[in-house]
């Protein structure tokens, strides 16, 4: 979903696993759908953690626990390893999460996440720790994510760190942009720098 980033102030749910992987994210059972439709693959985000085996809600996993929500996920070290699949992507823009915050990212992932109007956060482990101290501490402890500044911030400990963002990207986010909007944007002077240089 095309959605401008600026600054985005939420809730968060946290999922302090490490390692978690697109197969985690999205099983691979649904990468066959025929579909594209974000909502179909946000109801299935980590189906196989979220239900069990006869379609019933985990009530111990925590998207299905009403303490936490929010447009911002959380989780531990090494975030969506494994398969390049674009449908964890989808995945997690169809829930609506805007954020995931990380201490490490799978770099396919990472891009894939971007691609979809997710932003992912890379912060210290330190302040990874910190940031789910105070959400078990009080699940309606916000976090401040500020795009253009480039910080995130928790509103609890009123600790901020900077986080990096390839340049094209942020411009992407700041503006709606997907790939192709971008090029067709640029297109007047694209073709003003060719009859320049004919």
């Excluded at 985690?24 to 299935?44: C, H, S, V, Y």
């Excluded at 954020?99 to 770099?107: C, K, L, Y």
């Amino acid at each position: 979903m095309k959605q401008k980033f600026d600054v985005i102030t939420s809730t968060c749910v946290p999922l302090p696993l490490e390692n978690v992987d697109t197969d985690q994210i999205i099983p691979a059972r649904f990468l066959k759908a025929t579909t594209r439709d974000e909502r179909f693959f946000g109801d299935n985000l980590f189906r196989d953690w979220r239900y069990q085996p006869d379609g019933s809600p985990n009530k111990d996993f925590i998207l299905n626990n009403p303490t936490y929500s929010g447009c911002i996920l959380v989780s531990g070290k090494n975030f969506g390893n494994g398969s390049s699949r674009e449908h964890a992507a989808w995945a997690i823009a169809g829930y609506g999460f805007r954020v995931v915050i990380s201490s490490f990212f799978a770099d396919i992932h990472k891009n894939n996440e971007l691609n979809n109007f997710v932003l992912p956060v890379v912060v210290s482990e330190s302040f990874l720790q910190e940031l789910f101290a105070s959400i078990a501490t009080d699940p309606k402890t916000e976090v401040e994510v500020n795009l253009p500044e480039q910080t995130v911030t928790n509103k609890r400990t009123h600790r901020s760190e900077h986080f990096d963002i390839n340049g094209y990207k942020k411009h992407c986010l700041m503006n709606g942009l997907d790939d192709i909007d971008f090029l067709v944007a640029t297109k007047p002077r694209i073709e003003a720098w060719e009859q320049a240089n004919r």
